[in-house]
């Protein structure tokens, strides 16, 4: 149970960097997009190329410090499930924030409330903590050697 703690505890840490590094990146680019593109535009094209830096970043990381290599694995089918895997959260990341957008634009009250930047804030938190259980779930299942 202190192993699974530990690994627990990386996990969040590599997913906290990965996660500043993706939002940094789709906030500013939803930032700069929201005056030529639509909103829902804009926040598919921000968080696409967010959350795939931020999957480079984070399969170097966590197969170096979180999850135990299966050996007999080799490292391109490792990437290659790793980015499958991803590509699986990618798309729950976009659906959420199209999701939470479309509910934003029905809103008269969230319109009020929120401006478009914090609002897409508030939606890539919401996403990010969906996809943060998928992943270590799914991670953890295809990726790690059993012991």
């Known amino acids: 149970m202190k192993k699974l703690f530990a690994q627990i505890i990386k996990f969040g840490f590599v997913g906290g960097l990965c996660f500043l590094i ?21 926040t598919a094209v921000g968080g696409f190329f967010g959350f795939t830096i931020s999957v ?21 089918k490792e990437f290659v499930l790793f980015l499958i895997l991803s590509v699986i959260g990618l798309g729950i990341n976009e659906v959420i924030l199209l999701i939470c957008s479309t509910i ?3 809103s008269a ?5 929120f401006g478009d930047t914090t609002w897409f804030a508030v939606s890539k938190v919401i996403a ?6 998928y992943n270590f779930i799914t991670r953890k299942i295809f990726l790690e050697q059993k012991a």
């Open 22 to 42: 993706d939002f940094v990146i789709s906030t500013a680019l939803f930032h700069i997009l929201i005056n030529t593109l639509s909103r829902n535009q804009a």
């Open 56 to 76: 480079i970043v984070n399969y170097i990381l966590s197969m170096k410090f979180v999850f135990a290599r299966k050996e007999d694995m080799s490292r391109k």
């Open 104 to 106: 934003y634009d029905n």
């Open 109 to 113: 009250f969230l319109t009020s409330v």
């Open 128 to 133: 990010t903590a969906i996809v943060m259980v």
